[in-house]
């Protein structure tokens, strides 16, 4: 059994940046993408980020030369690299990981419901 939890998040002001880290107590063989997802109080959840097992990222437009999704193997840990933080980033970030495509589970909230493993989340609060 894969669990995943996350840190990292934080309360800062626009403009600062944040790095979210997701770390795996196991490893997933096989093809796999692993993910970042948000969800702001009275939203959907949506997807940020996502990196298939292959190396391929994938990110929702909002967050496109922003934000970066990078892996440590060694370590078994998904990183969320987030800079120039807007008071719209805010949310609770989480990570998953399973049977997918980058593009299809952040682009496809019913791909992402089917992800196997997920993490509870850590805060991201952005004030203007």
């Known amino acids: 059994q894969v669990q995943l939890a996350e840190s990292g998040g934080g309360s800062v002001q626009a403009g600062a940046s944040l790095r979210l880290d997701c770390a795996s107590s196991?490893?997933?063989?096989?093809?796999?993408?692993m993910c970042w997802f948000r969800q702001a109080p009275g939203k959907e959840r949506e997807g940020v980020a996502a990196?298939?097992?292959?190396?391929?990222?994938y990110y929702a437009d909002s967050v496109k030369g922003r934000f970066t999704i990078s892996k440590d193997n060694a370590k078994n840990i998904l990183y969320l690299e987030m800079n120039n933080l807007d008071p719209g980033d805010t949310g609770l970030y989480s990570c998953?990981?399973?049977?997918?495509?980058?593009?299809?589970?952040?682009?496809?909230?019913?791909?992402?419901?089917?992800?196997?493993?997920w993490g509870r989340g850590t805060q991201v609060t952005v004030s203007s």
């Open positions: 998953a990981a399973g049977i997918g495509r980058s593009e299809v589970v952040v682009e496809y909230p019913v791909a992402a419901a089917a992800l196997r493993f």
């Open positions: 196991g490893s997933i063989t096989g093809r796999h993408v």
């Open positions: 990196r298939d097992n292959d190396g391929t990222v």
